[in-house]
């Protein structure tokens, strides 16, 4: 297991405290795990480490630092919907999966301190599990981020830096300090190993389906599930569990949409796109740092993007919580999305959406 560029090819071991390589390409890992089995589930594991067969875990860490994520149940909305409940999850939000996975490496390999950037959601789990496995850590957050978040974060013992101006700008002014003060760059975006997380995920969907929904709807961001997602499905398919991929359909905000404006066009790269601001922070990132891999996916797995307008988000959140689903504005853009969908494209049956984070982490 190793480390590779994805841009020029060239081989780090998972040891290494680079954040990506010296070209400047993003990190893959080069770890195939065995072909998925129920049977090889341990069953008497209840958290998403029942699935550690099929995860690169190097040693015994996440023994210290699992808080019990994942297990989340699917819940029927409707006779068309089908909702995973990903905010019963220890910091209340789908992030817990992958900082779970990152963390417990930080550990297995000796790191002592991390930085991290995000718009709230994935600095509070990075944060609570570097509490739990006693690595010192500071989160980095746009200013604007839901104070509730804010207070999480500090409450597990991070430090706190709230960044003036945009998002993408934070990850700037946190990656600067990470290079200039060598620390470990523990971002649900450059660490392949937060993606090994979120495909549990669709592991979990199949154990409790026992099949997968003809139709997933993904919150599309810095890409954090939609990679994961990929990912686990394709291990499905290798492994001969499902005979063909669903109908993926990632989700944008018309504020802040720069991957299904390349993909409009059929282009390879990201490319500027104006931004406004949006309630659903959770995805107004305007330069993802995957972009180009997320689009070939896209292409690829023929993934349709359906973009949100602003005044959908609220009205979604207010269903949705009229009958016991109290989710945060980035999650209740996802529903808003499905309906969008269905006006386009006519009644969609066998949908899962993720309910990515809880009501009250955004309640400003």
Avoid at 91 to 103: E, P
Avoid at 283 to 301: C, F, K, S, T
Wanted: one cysteine or more; glycine letters at 8%.
């Amino acid at each position: 297991m190793q480390f590779i560029c994805a841009k020029c090819g060239r081989t780090e071991p998972v040891t290494t405290r680079k954040s990506h390589c010296d070209c400047g390409g993003l990190f893959d890992l080069d770890f195939t795990p065995p072909r998925f089995d129920l049977n090889l589930i341990d069953r008497d594991t209840w958290s998403f480490f029942r699935y550690r067969s099929f995860l690169p875990l190097s040693g015994d860490s996440w023994q210290k630092i699992t808080l019990g994520e994942g297990m989340t149940p699917i819940v029927r909305f409707n006779q068309d919907v089908l909702l995973k409940m990903d905010y019963f999850m220890p910091t209340l939000s789908f992030k817990d999966r992958g900082a779970a996975v990152l963390i417990a490496h930080c550990q297995d390999i000796g790191v002592d301190q991390v930085v991290q950037d995000s718009s709230g959601n994935a600095g509070n789990s990075v944060a609570a599990y570097c509490g739990r496995a006693g690595i010192a850590c500071e989160i980095f957050v746009p200013e604007g981020t839901s104070d509730k978040k804010i207070k999480m974060i500090q409450a597990h013992g991070a430090r706190l830096t709230v960044v003036p101006g945009s998002r993408d700008h934070c990850a700037d002014v946190c990656r600067e300090k990470a290079a200039r003060e060598g620390l470990y760059y523990a971002n649900h975006v450059y660490n392949p190993f937060f993606y090994q997380g979120t495909k549990t995920y669709i592991y979990e969907t199949y154990e409790e389906l026992h099949r997968i929904p003809e139709n997933i709807f993904i919150p599309l961001g810095n890409g954090t599930l939609f990679l994961g997602i990929i990912k686990g499905l394709e291990e499905l398919l290798a492994s001969g569990c499902i005979d063909h991929l669903p109908q993926l359909i990632a989700v944008q905000s018309e504020r802040c949409a720069p991957l299904a404006a390349a993909a409009e066009q059929k282009s390879a790269h990201i490319f500027p796109v104006p931004m406004e601001p949006t309630l659903a922070e959770g995805i107004a990132i305007g330069v993802p740092m995957r972009g180009e891999e997320i689009l070939n996916y896209i292409y690829q797995y023929h993934i349709r993007l359906i973009t949100i307008p602003e005044a959908g988000i609220l009205p979604a959140r207010e269903l949705l919580a009229r009958q016991g689903i109290y989710c945060e504005h980035t999650t209740a853009a996802i529903y808003a999305a499905y309906e969008r969908y269905c006006e386009k494209y006519g009644p969609t049956p066998d949908s899962l959406i993720c309910m990515c984070g809880a009501g009250l982490k955004s309640d400003h």
